[in-house]
Antibody, heavy 119, light 111 residues
Framework: QLQLQESGPGLVKPSETLSLTCTVS??????????WGWIRQPPGKGLEWIGS???????YYSPSLKSRVTISVDTSKNQFSLKLSSVTAADTAVYYC???????????WGQGTLVTVSS | QSVLTQPPSASGTPGQRVTISCSGS????????VNWYQQLPGTAPKLLIY???QRPSGVPDRFSGSKSGTSASLAISGLQSEDEADYYC????????????FGGGTKLTVL
């Protein structure tokens, strides 16, 4: 059974860079035809797609976050990562990593990790 | 506001059939497949419907999806108390070099 687990700091200071890692177990991140990506949910609000990376390395980012986001894959560790720079309080959210069987259909999710942006 | 429009709330009694709508445009629903998610309180979202009307393994056939033009719908028949959750639609949008868009979510209450 595929499992995903987010890890990273739960508190980030304004203007700094948020860094999260998603560790995949029970399957290979190099498996063909899947996307791997990040979705966030501010407290009490809806879902927002951050971006995805295809197993071959192509990246896709939310237009509103594109200038601040980088998603990368480390196949040797079976992990993928999110970096979001210049964070503000508006970036406070639960961050989920997920596997996508098509670009907008995430069929496996991590449990989510709350990241708070505060000084 | 969200690119895909959903009613903020819906309700029904046990056993009823309820539908949740998702309205978009030619750049998203009109030209791409729609997916639906269920999010129970305090948990990660779960893929409920993909490719407009396909159910992942384990999803009861009480849940069904459809699409027509620039709108899509999620139908839940034989409503059960455990169906009380937030429901989100999602699709690829071809504008701005392409990106995923979500609906704002619909809170379903089982009365």
């Amino acid at each position: 059974q595929l499992q995903l687990q987010e890890s990273g700091p739960g508190l980030v200071k304004p203007s700094e860079t948020l860094s999260l890692t998603c560790t995949v177990s029970g399957g290979s991140i190099s498996s063909s035809s899947y996307y791997w990506g990040w979705i966030r949910q501010p407290p009490g609000k809806g879902l927002e797609w951050i971006g995805s990376i295809y197993y071959r390395g192509s990246t896709y980012y939310s237009p509103s976050l594109k200038s601040r986001v980088t998603i990368s894959v480390d196949t040797s560790k079976n992990q993928f990562s999110l970096k979001l720079s210049s964070v503000t309080a508006a970036d406070t959210a639960v961050y989920y990593c997920a596997r996508f069987l098509s670009i907008a259909a995430a069929d496996y999710w991590g449990q989510g990790t709350l990241v708070t942006v505060s000084s | 506001q969200s690119v895909l429009t959903q009613p903020p709330s819906a309700s029904g009694t046990p056993g009823q059939r309820v539908t949740i709508s998702c309205s978009g445009s030619s750049s998203n629903i009109g030209s791409n497949i729609v997916n639906w998610y269920q999010q129970l309180p305090g948990t990660a979202p779960k893929l409920l419907i993909y490719s407009n009307n396909q159910r992942p393994s384990g999803v009861p056939d009480r849940f069904s999806g459809s699409k027509s033009g620039t709108s899509a719908s999620l139908a839940i028949s034989g409503l059960q108390s455990e169906d009380e959750a937030d429901y989100y639609c999602a699709a690829w949008d071809d504008s701005l070099n392409g990106h995923v868009v979500f609906g704002g979510g619909t809170k379903l209450t089982v009365l």
